[in-house]
C-alpha cells in the first residue's frame, strides 16, 4: 500500500477518479444535492479513511493540482469578455442587481455570524460563499480564512440556489428573466447557473456573466465591509 | 505547440499578478488581477480569443475538479467547524436565500424604473 501512496501520482489519480465518478452520479441522476465536487471530495476522504492513509500523502501529489487554481482564474476573464456584450441592454439594472446582492452577501453573513457567536475564522472563510470557487478561496486565503471551509460553504450555497432558485422567484414574484439569471448567478456562481441554463436562454446567460462580476465586486467590497464590522 | 504557447500566455498573466499582489503590494489577490489583465487584453484586442481559448476551455469545463484538493482539507479542519456546523449550513442557506431575492429584486426594480422614466420622456416629447 505504501508503495502506492507514497507516489506523488497516487494524489492526483485519487482526484481524477473522485470527480469522474461525482461526474458520473451527477450526470445519471441530474440532481443538484449530487453536486461531482462534493462527491468527489466525500469519495477521497472515505478511501483515505478506510485505508487509513494519512492526507500528507495524498495531499504530496494533490498540491500539484492545487498549482492550477491561479491560472484556473486568470481563464475566467474569457467567458466574461464572451458575455459583456449583454451588459450592454440592461447595463444599468444589472450592475444594481450584482452590487447590491454581494453587498448583501458579505453583510449577511457577517452579522449572521455575529449573532450566532461563530468564530471570527469560519466568519472570515464563509465571507465569499455566494463567489465562485477560485476567487473565494483566493478571498477567504487573503482576510485569514481557511479554504478548505470555504469551498464547503461555496458547494453549499450553489446547491441551495440550484434546489430553490426557481421556488424563490416564483414566491417572491421574480418574473423578469433577466432579474432571474443574475440573482442566481450571484447568489450562487456556476452551481446555480446549470440550473439556469435549464430555465431559459436569458436566464442562463445572464447568471453565468453575473458570476465574474460577483466575484470582482465581492473581492472588492468584501475587506472593506469586513473593517467597518468587525 | 497550440496548447504550450496559450498555457504560457496564461501563466505569465497570472504570474504578473501575483507579482502586482504580493510585491507592489496592489490591494487585490493575484488571480484576479490576472484576470482582470487578461479581460483588458481581450477588449483591447492586444491577445485575441484564439490565442487563448483552447486551454482556457479545458479549464473552466472541469473547473471544478481543481477544488478536490481543497476539500479534501477539511478532513484536516473538520475539528475546527464540528461544533459549528449546523449552524454554518443555516448561514448558508439562508443568505444565500436573502441574496437570491435582494438581486431579483433590485434588478426588477431598475427594469421598470427606467421603464417609468423612458414612458415619461414619451410622453413629454408627444405634448
Known amino acids: 500500500m505504501n508503495a502506492i501512496t507514497s507516489n506523488l501520482l497516487f494524489g492526483i489519480i485519487l482526484s481524477l477518479i473522485g470527480f469522474e465518478i461525482g461526474l458520473f452520479i451527477f450526470r445519471k441522476t441530474k440532481f443538484p444535492l449530487f453536486n461531482p465536487l462534493l462527491l468527489g471530495i466525500l469519495f477521497v476522504i ?7 492513509i494519512d492526507f500528507e500523502d495524498y495531499d504530496r501529489g494533490a498540491s500539484f493540482i492545487n498549482l492550477f487554481l491561479g491560472p484556473a482564474t486568470v481563464v475566467l476573464a474569457v467567458p466574461l469578455y464572451k458575455q459583456l456584450e449583454l451588459l ?12 447590491v446582492g454581494s453587498l448583501v452577501s458579505v453583510v449577511s453573513v457577517i452579522l449572521l455570524c455575529m449573532l ?26 487573503s482576510l485569514g480564512g481557511d479554504d478548505s471551509v470555504t469551498v464547503m460553504a461555496i458547494i453549499i450555497s450553489g446547491i441551495t440556489g440550484a434546489i430553490f432558485a426557481p421556488l424563490l422567484c416564483k414566491i417572491f414574484r421574480i418574473i423578469n428573466e433577466v432579474a432571474v439569471g443574475v440573482a442566481i448567478g450571484t447568489a450562487s456562481h456556476a452551481v446555480g447557473t446549470s440550473k439556469a441554463l435549464e430555465l431559459g436562454q436569458t436566464q442562463g446567460a445572464m447568471s453565468s456573466l453575473s458570476i465574474g462580476l460577483a466575484g470582482i465586486i465581492t473581492v472588492i467590497i468584501a475587506p472593506l465591509i469586513f473593517k467597518i464590522l468587525m | 505547440m497550440k496548447i504550450l504557447r496559450q498555457l504560457t500566455l496564461i501563466i505569465g498573466l497570472f504570474l504578473i499578478g501575483d507579482f502586482c499582489s504580493n510585491v507592489l503590494h496592489f490591494p487585490l489577490p493575484g488571480n484576479i488581477i490576472g484576470m482582470l489583465l487578461l479581460l483588458f487584453l481581450l477588449i483591447t484586442k492586444i491577445v485575441k480569443l484564439s490565442m487563448v481559448e483552447d486551454v482556457a476551455d479545458f479549464f473552466l469545463n472541469h473547473l471544478a475538479f481543481f477544488f478536490i484538493p481543497a476539500g479534501v482539507r477539511l478532513m484536516n479542519t473538520f475539528g475546527l467547524i464540528s461544533s459549528s456546523i449546523i449552524r454554518i449550513m443555516l448561514i448558508c442557506i439562508f443568505t444565500t436565500f436573502l441574496v437570491i431575492v435582494t438581486t431579483g429584486w433590485s434588478v426588477q426594480g431598475v427594469v421598470s424604473l427606467n421603464g417609468k422614466i423612458k414612458r415619461r420622456r414619451d410622453e413629454r416629447n408627444n405634448i
Not at chain 1, 46 to 52: A, D, I, R, S, W
Not at chain 1, 122 to 141: A, F, M, N, Q, R
Open chain 1, 116 to 141: 450566532f457567536g461563530v468564530e471570527e475564522v469560519l466568519t472570515v472563510s464563509l465571507i465569499p460563499k455566494s463567489v465562485t470557487t477560485p476567487i473565494g478561496i483566493e478571498l477567504s486565503k
Open chain 1, 46 to 52: 472515505g478511501v483515505l479513511k478506510l485505508f487509513n
Open chain 1, 88 to 99: 450592454k441592454s440592461n447595463w444599468a439594472a444589472i450592475s444594481v442587481g450584482i452590487f
